[in-house]
């Protein structure tokens, strides 16, 4: 059982912005476990919270206040939940919930996307592959958010002289942006098993030579104590639902991590299970602006039901504990707690299975904080 070390007083500002739907749900069972970390560890943030989405709309007129980014600007971590809901589909495009979330992204330059996809043993079954290729499943997807082919110019749809039209899209990288990126990937396998996979398409585009140049590089100069190796995105994907337990950390551009993290979440099962964090590039005291929220959106159709599952949300708050402030057993022993609690046989309605207990949102977050008591 993970122990942890007592590491009293403030660790640093931390942002709620728990959104819409059943981003206030999850939150509010963030709040407990942060409370538990507080009063049996000393594990304490100064926190603040705001509003944003269509909760922001309807008090302010806009999806997110200046006065809210500032404060996500100076935070050391902001922790969101989910924004939107059918009522605000009228609304003109800048107006909308999810324009609150872009504009938190945009300006806090937050490059780097972590999706980790990990497996309990007791959902196993809930996976589209076999038990035996994702039992014990731990691993992690970079994805490149601010660059490449969907930002990359020229781009636009035009109209020949023969009167067809052609789509253009343009698929460019600097050094820079390869490097940072490859080298929040060095970091996260450094921190995990120590394998880092670059994916790109060297065989025939020539920003993937340079990508793969550029990593290798890295590599070479800085990085020689983590095993890496290149992989075409194509033969990527097909490894991805082959022999998935081959990889430990996998790094990619917008495009291809795009797709690669979403095929890698299925493996998973279930959206109520996948947290994410988004990092930005260090400041001059090496700390990240970051931003960690769940994969899934505010879930209308069963918002104040009950029927949410907290965990992606708590899992968020784990990859927060890990990688904005280094508390690495303290987040072991959340997940584990975590896990404990599915081996128990709980589940909310998302992950429920036949013979197993169906609980809401609040009894699973008492049930993990009552789990990490008998760890503590
Ligand atoms: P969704 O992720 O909100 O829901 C998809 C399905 O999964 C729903 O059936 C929902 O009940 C279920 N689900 C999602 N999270 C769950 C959880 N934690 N526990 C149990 N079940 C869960 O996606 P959607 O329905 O396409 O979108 C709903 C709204 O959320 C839209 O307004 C959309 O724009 C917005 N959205 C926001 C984000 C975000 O804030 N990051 C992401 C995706 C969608």
């Not at 197993?356 to 699973?364: D, E, G, I, R, W």
Request: net charge negative.
């Amino acid at each position: 059982m993970a122990a942890i070390r007592n590491t009293p007083g403030v660790l640093g500002k931390v942002l709620l912005l728990p959104g819409d739907g059943i981003g206030s749900e999850v939150m509010r069972e963030v709040r407990r476990v942060m409370d538990w970390f507080a009063r049996r560890h000393g594990l304490e943030f100064e926190l603040d919270e705001g509003r944003v989405g269509g909760t922001s709309y309807d008090h302010h007129g806009t999806p997110l206040t200046d006065e809210v980014m500032a404060k996500a600007l100076e935070a050391d971590a902001v922790l969101f939940g989910a924004v939107g809901g059918p009522k605000y589909d009228v609304l003109p495009f800048e107006a909308k919930p999810e324009r609150g979330l872009l504009r938190l992204r945009k300006e806090m330059e937050l490059f780097a996307n972590l999706r980790p996809a990990k497996v309990f043993d007791a959902l196993v079954d809930s996976s589209s592959l076999k038990p035996e290729l994702v039992r014990g499943l731990d691993l992690m997807i970079l994805r490149e958010l601010t660059g490449g082919v969907y930002f990359g110019e020229p781009r636009g749809i035009e109209t020949l002289p023969d009167g067809s039209r052609r789509g253009v899209n343009t698929q460019v990288y600097t050094t820079a942006e390869i490097v940072r990126v490859a080298r929040v990937g060095f970091e996260l396998a450094r921190k995990r098993n120590a394998k880092l996979c670059s994916v790109e398409k060297a065989n025939v585009m020539e920003s993937g030579v340079l990508w793969r140049e550029e990593v290798q590089r890295l590599h070479d100069a800085e990085y020689g104590d983590v095993e890496l190796t290149h992989m075409y995105a194509d033969n990527c994907a097909m490894q991805l639902v082959r022999a998935p337990k081959q990889f430990d950390v996998i790094v990619s551009d917008n495009l291809f991590g795009d797709i690669l993290s979403d095929c890698a979440a299925m493996l998973t099962g279930s959206l109520g299970m996948l947290p994410s964090a988004s990092l930005g590039a260090p400041d001059a005291n090496g700390k990240r602006k970051a931003m960690y929220e769940p994969v899934h959106g505010s879930a209308p159709d069963i918002a104040g039901t009950g029927l949410a599952n907290p965990i992606a949300m708590l899992q968020s708050f784990s990859m927060m504990l890990r990688y904005s402030f280094d508390q690495d057993e303290a987040a072991d022993l959340l997940d584990d707690a975590i896990g404990r609690v599915l081996a128990g046989g709980l589940r909310t309605a998302d992950i429920m299975q036949p013979g197993k207990a169906k609980v809401s949102t609040s009894v699973m977050g008492e049930s993990i904080i009552r789990e990490l008591d008998k760890a503590a």
